[in-house]
Structure formats: C-alpha cells, structure tokens
C-alpha cells in the first residue's frame, strides 16, 4: 500500500489483479501482491479460524537503505460479506502518511474462483480489481488491477496497474507450490516480477510461507534484475513475516521489513 520513495502511481498492486481473458477462462483466487495473495488464500481456505477469529490485525515497520523508517497498522475483518480492512501508513523520515480502506471477497463458481477487490485511500486514490483461478490440484489463473493513478502508499510491493499470470498446485493436505507472474501496463509497462511461493502446513496448526522474487525494469534510467525473497511463519492466532526487497517498489531503494500480527 508508495513519495518520493514510496508515494506514486508507479508503484504497486493491490495484489490485484483480474481477468487474464476469457480467452483463457480464468478468474484466480486473489487480488492481493503475491506474497499476500497466497496467505489470504490460505486465511480462505480456513473458514472455521475465519468464523472463530475474525479479526486479523498486522503491524509493519519498513526501514529503506537510505535509513528511512515507515511504519504501518492494518485491521482485516472477515464475515459472509467477504474480507473488510482499514490501515494506516506514516513515515515522518520521508513525510509520508496515508489511510486506505478496503474490500475483498473469494466466489467459488464450480471449478473456478474468482476474487473482486476494491480499495480507496485519502488524497484520492481509488483502486480495483479482479483475479480468477480455475482448476484442482493442479490450477491456472490470470487477473487484471487499474488505478485512477493518484498517488498512493504501495505497501503490496508489485506494480499496481498490471496484469497477473499464475500457476500452480494445492496439495490434500493445504500445500501450495505456485509461480506468478506480473507484467505493468500503462505507467508501469516496463515492470515486471515473477513470484515462487511455497506454503506448507505443519504441526499444530502451525503454516510455513516462503516467496522468493525476481523483478525486471527500469530504475532511474538504467534496467535492473534483482531478486528478493520473504519468509513467514503462522501460529494459529500469531504469525510474522520478514522480507528483503531490493529497489523496492522499483526505486534506488532497498528495503527490510517485517511484520508482525494476530488474530482473534
């Protein structure tokens, strides 16, 4: 959810996207970057820790290799009426703040699920998508995300105007091994980052997340490839996530973060 370092509509996605086409006929399973995509996919697939937890609360602190710090707050709410969330992102080192509040929810048509999203944050930023899945184990996906190209604090990391390829396999016992791909357009047609996550359940409840990035464009005239990655660890009612992102957001700049959280 990015001024000078962060502030722009240069950057990123809402991990949105939407429908690749219905030359395809895919509509995938979330409209979140990546990495956020896969755990609010995993968070869907639980719907009894939905229904006895429907509260996710996270905290970020972000810190930039010029040594600028930000910090952000965000509140999920979920219910039949999908996934509701406001956040807030301040950063006196770089004078940036800014509220966002938004909405989600996964349709399960058949064999096909399909996630709309839509987010709107102060100074006027207005955002949407809608991404699709279709398949079992293995699947396929697409999704498409358009902005109004106000600025807006991109703290989802992938450009926001963009299109999403995906592909992967879920196993029986809640795996998840999937690649994705997303390619900018309009303002951000240069831009691309392809995505290897793996999640894997374990004992007591416990979920592993690992995501390792690979991002392609232009930065400050010249092109670069970097690649970045991100671990998470979820307890049933706490987890963490800890990430490096190398000209994060397709700035001069490197970034560490983490994130910490709970639900109830």
Same mark, same amino acid.
């Given at each position: 959810?990015?001024g000078?370092r962060i502030?722009?509509?240069?950057?990123?996605?809402?991990p949105?996207?939407a429908?690749?086409g219905?030359?395809? $006929?895919?509509l995938?399973g979330?409209?979140r970057?990546a990495g956020?995509?896969?755990?609010?996919?995993a968070?869907?697939?639980h =719907?009894?820790?939905k229904?006895?937890? !429907?509260f996710k609360a =996270?905290?970020g602190?972000?810190?930039?290799?010029? @040594?600028?710090?930000?910090f952000?707050?965000n509140?999920?709410?979920?219910?039949w009426?999908?996934?509701l969330w406001?956040?807030y992102?301040?950063s006196?080192? =770089?004078?940036q703040?800014?509220?966002?509040? *938004?909405w989600d /929810? $996964?349709?399960?048509l *058949? !064999?096909?699920?399909?996630?709309p999203?839509?987010q709107?944050?102060?100074? *006027?930023?207005l @955002?949407g998508? $809608?991404?699709?899945?279709?398949?079992w184990?293995?699947?396929?996906?697409?999704?498409?995300g358009r902005?109004?190209? %106000?600025?807006?604090v991109n703290?989802?990391?992938d450009?926001?105007?963009?299109?999403?390829v995906?592909?992967?396999?879920? *196993?029986?016992d809640g795996?998840?091994a999937?690649?994705q791909?997303i390619? @900018?357009e309009?303002?951000?047609?240069?831009?691309?980052?392809?995505?290897?996550?793996?999640?894997?359940?374990?004992?007591g409840?416990?979920?592993l =997340?690992?995501d390792v990035?690979y991002k392609? @464009? !232009?930065v400050?005239?010249?092109?670069?490839? %970097?690649?970045?990655?991100? $671990?998470?660890?979820?307890?049933?009612?706490?987890?963490?996530?800890?990430?490096?992102d !190398? %000209?994060v957001n397709f700035t001069?700049?490197d970034?560490?973060?983490?994130q910490i959280g709970? /639900?109830?």
């Amino acid at each position: 959810m990015s001024g000078a370092r962060i502030l722009g509509p240069r950057s990123g996605i809402c991990p949105a996207a939407a429908l690749l086409g219905a030359a395809l $006929v895919l509509l995938p399973g979330d409209a979140r970057a990546a990495g956020q995509a896969a755990d609010a996919q995993a968070d869907a697939e639980h =719907t009894a820790q939905k229904e006895e937890m !429907p509260f996710k609360a =996270t905290a970020g602190i972000y810190r930039y290799s010029g @040594g600028a710090l930000g910090f952000d707050v965000n509140l999920r709410y979920s219910s039949w009426l999908g996934n509701l969330w406001a956040g807030y992102y301040d950063s006196n080192d =770089t004078d940036q703040r800014q509220g966002r509040v *938004g909405w989600d /929810r $996964v349709f399960v048509l *058949g !064999p096909v699920r399909v996630l709309p999203t839509a987010q709107w944050a102060s100074g *006027g930023f207005l @955002g949407g998508a $809608v991404a699709a899945e279709v398949g079992w184990p293995w699947f396929v996906g697409g999704g498409y995300g358009r902005t109004n190209e %106000k600025p807006y604090v991109n703290l989802n990391f992938d450009p926001n105007d963009a299109w999403l390829v995906s592909a992967g396999h879920r *196993g029986e016992d809640g795996s998840v091994a999937m690649l994705q791909w997303i390619i @900018g357009e309009r303002i951000n047609q240069d831009q691309q980052v392809v995505h290897a996550i793996y999640r894997r359940p374990l004992a007591g409840g416990n979920r592993l =997340t690992l995501d390792v990035s690979y991002k392609h @464009g !232009p930065v400050e005239g010249e092109t670069i490839s %970097k690649v970045g990655a991100s $671990v998470g660890y979820d307890w049933p009612r706490f987890y963490v996530r800890i990430a490096w992102d !190398p %000209k994060v957001n397709f700035t001069s700049d490197d970034m560490w973060r983490m994130q910490i959280g709970m /639900r109830f």
